[in-house]
């Protein structure tokens, strides 16, 4: 079994952040993401962020001495460290330094699948390794000597500056390449918004349970293996956005997109090269928000993933309040689980994706929402007109069927722009 590198966590309490336990949990899970052994956590209780160093200078060697002495391969802080600051604490510590975000992209360069994803990821990597380039050419620099000026750079500024322009090539290749997979994208959504066919989203913190969610959706009402998602319990299993139709009983149908998980501090660069994958999400006609329930820090989350859907200017959406692990959640003890399950509320609803205790009430409650355009009415359709019973057979719910004198009349529930189009037909 191959051995996990030893990891030493340093976490940094601002004027006593009342998120601080919880952002330093999630450090640990991410750094587990990431294959990595936790062997220790220091924190630290400040009032402000020390420009050069991140924590007290003080504090830096105290830092130096418990990675040693517990034999840390590596040293991650909790947020995102400046060019500065990273270059400092490596010369301090002796250790690799890694930070939030290098922890988040590393788990979004192994999880990539798609082009697209892979794509956003590389440009996202790139962009933060940009800026951090320069510690490494300052001390090559040195050994290039000479009295300055443009003409007489070290060997080290020379390599900096050609690395540098070798990234931004690609950076400006890869933008370049993620333009075209977009228009391929936005034709896709086109097609699906000219159909007419509802979108339904589903969004939340990561690992809440969204793909878990989806998949009982294509068990109970697809039955298709091969179009079920992967679902795994570990942070940023899903990067790719999936669009699965879902075909209820009653032949209405609508279209379930998965998107990418959020997360507190979510690396600004990532939101952005994540756009048009998150995109998707503005062009719902609803949102479903699955939290996980049996998480101690679930509120926190919902306001996490409130303030993603404002960035995206997707706030305006109608959204369900979908607090699925409510099995997982009883188990642990927590009294303020409902005493029955499901339990369903205007917008919201308490259920167990996984055991798919609540899928029929969710999708009650998604249909009161993306179905409004329909209505109950009865036509009478002549016989010369058999394609028309056929078209209202496969796209509305028809509970009766009567064959005529004058033609076949069906009693049904069928889309208010059908029942206009057709109007010349209508009874009732």
Not at 26 to 33: F, I
Request: net charge negative; with cysteine; glycine share 6%.
């Amino acid at each position: 079994m191959e051995e996990k590198t030893k990891a030493l966590l340093v976490g940094v309490n601002l004027n006593n952040d009342p998120e601080f336990e919880t952002a330093l949990a999630e450090l640990e899970s991410l750094a587990k993401a990431c294959d990595m052994e936790v062997i220790g956590v220091e924190t630290q209780n400040v009032s402000q962020i020390n420009t050069g160093v991140y924590v007290g200078t003080g504090r830096v060697e105290e830092i130096k001495a418990v990675a040693h002495m517990l034999g840390a391969e590596v040293v991650i802080f909790d947020n995102t460290l400046s060019p500065m600051q990273l270059r400092n604490l490596k010369d301090i510590i002796e250790r690799p330094i890694l930070d939030r975000t290098h922890l988040i992209l590393q788990i979004f360069s192994s999880r990539a699948k798609t082009r697209e994803a892979q794509i956003q990821v590389e440009t996202a990597r790139l962009e933060y390794e940009l800026p951090r380039l320069t510690g490494m050419g300052e001390i090559l620099s040195r050994q290039g000597g000479g009295s300055g000026g443009l003409s007489n750079k070290g060997a080290g500024e020379k390599k900096l500056e050609l690395d540098k322009r070798k990234i931004r090539h690609r950076i400006s290749e890869l933008k370049k390449e993620l333009r075209e997979v977009e228009k391929n994208r936005d034709t896709q959504r086109k097609r699906r918004l000219t159909q007419g066919i509802p979108q339904v989203a589903l969004v939340g913190y990561t690992n809440a349970g969204k793909s878990t969610l989806m998949n009982a959706f294509l068990d109970r009402y697809e039955q298709k293996e091969e179009k079920k998602v992967m679902v795994k319990d570990m942070l940023f299993a899903t990067l790719d956005t999936t669009v699965r139709k879902i075909h209820l009983p009653d032949k209405r149908e609508f279209l379930l997109s998965d998107t990418v998980g959020f997360i507190n501090k979510l690396p600004h660069n990532l939101v952005q090269a994540f756009h048009s994958t998150l995109e998707e999400v503005k062009y719902a006609n609803l949102l479903l928000e699955v939290v996980d329930f049996s998480d101690e820090h679930y509120l926190e989350h919902m306001e996490v993933t409130r303030q993603t859907l404002k960035e995206l200017e997707a706030d305006q959406i109608p959204c369900i309040h979908v607090f699925n692990k409510c099995d997982l959640a009883r188990e642990k003890g927590r009294e303020d689980v409902p005493e029955t399950l499901p339990k369903v509320g205007k917008d919201t609803i308490y259920m167990a994706a996984g055991r798919q205790i609540g899928l029929d009430e969710l999708v009650s409650l998604i249909s009161r929402n993306i179905f409004q355009d329909y209505v109950d009415c009865v036509m009478l359709i002549p016989y010369t007109e058999g394609s028309l019973v056929s078209y209202f057979n496969e796209n509305a719910t028809v509970t009766k069927t009567e064959y005529l004198e004058e033609g076949t009349k069906l009693t049904m529930n069928c889309l208010l722009k059908d029942l206009k189009k057709y109007k010349q037909y209508v009874l009732i």
